[in-house]
């Protein structure tokens, strides 16, 4: 079963405005969450992150959104360029006890387009 | 170049033969983790190490699957008799331990392709 999913597998934006990538989850145990972009022949690359303590972080032209009782989250990309053109994955982990590594578990990813 | 490196980055090879990958992570990174990414798909995780030691391995790890990270810093895995359905990108990614571990930093893959 799918724990992550992100439901749009293309998303078209003009440059310039707002591009939002939805992501929602179903384990609760899930505490932190991260987007990743992938750019062709690329590793992914981290973006930008949440704990489940916050609703919101930014950074920059970023923003991610959590709203824990719906189990979704999303990022928020404004202005978008067309340099963002991008697979955008969002990312979920348990919280991380005793120094111990974190198994990530990705959304099938949004294939972000932004037209100059 | 201080990024997460991987080797090779494309390997072709007929259906029942062996391949290993190599990964060497962030220098100052202790965890270490390899996914697998088949088209239009998510990565999945595979395993993961703490220092040398393997802490987590994922139900998508046959047992022809076998990765090592024998002094704690790079990282091999082994496919052995592949298979068609081995055919995805191979992502190895390193964390560090303490505030932001949760940040795994990805290196750029081995594409894997069996005829």
């Known amino acids: 079963d799918q724990q992550v999913k992100q439901n749009s597998p293309s998303l078209s934006v003009q440059e310039g405005r707002i591009s939002i990538l939805n992501c929602d989850y179903t384990n609760s145990m899930f505490d932190y969450f991260l987007w990743y972009k992938k750019y062709p022949a690329e590793g992914p690359t981290f973006l930008i992150s949440i704990s489940s303590i916050k609703d919101k972080n930014e950074d920059g032209r970023f923003t991610v959104f959590l709203n824990k009782s719906a189990k979704h989250l999303s990022l928020h990309i404004v202005p978008s360029q067309p340099g963002d053109s991008a697979v955008y994955f969002c990312?979920?982990?348990?919280?991380?006890?005793?120094?111990?590594?974190?198994?990530?578990?990705f959304g099938g990813g949004t294939r972000l387009m932004v037209k100059p | 170049d201080t990024g997460v490196s991987q080797n090779p980055r494309h390997k072709i090879t007929k259906r029942g033969q062996n391949v290993t990958f190599r990964c060497d992570p962030i220098s100052e990174h202790n965890r270490l983790y390899w996914y697998r990414q088949t088209l239009g798909q998510g990565p999945e995780f595979l395993t993961y190490f703490q220092n040398e030691a393997q802490l987590e391995k994922s139900r998508l790890l046959s047992d022809r699957f076998s990765a090592e990270r024998p002094k704690g810093s790079f990282s091999t895995l082994e496919i052995q008799r592949t298979e068609q359905g081995d055919s995805a990108m191979y992502l190895c990614?390193?964390?560090?331990?303490?505030?932001?571990?949760?940040?795994?930093?990805f290196g750029p893959g081995t594409r894997l392709t069996v005829l």
């Open positions: 990614a390193s964390s560090s331990r303490g505030s932001g571990a949760a940040e795994q930093f």
């Open positions: 990312a979920a982990t348990p919280p991380l006890y005793n120094n111990a590594g974190n198994m990530l578990t």
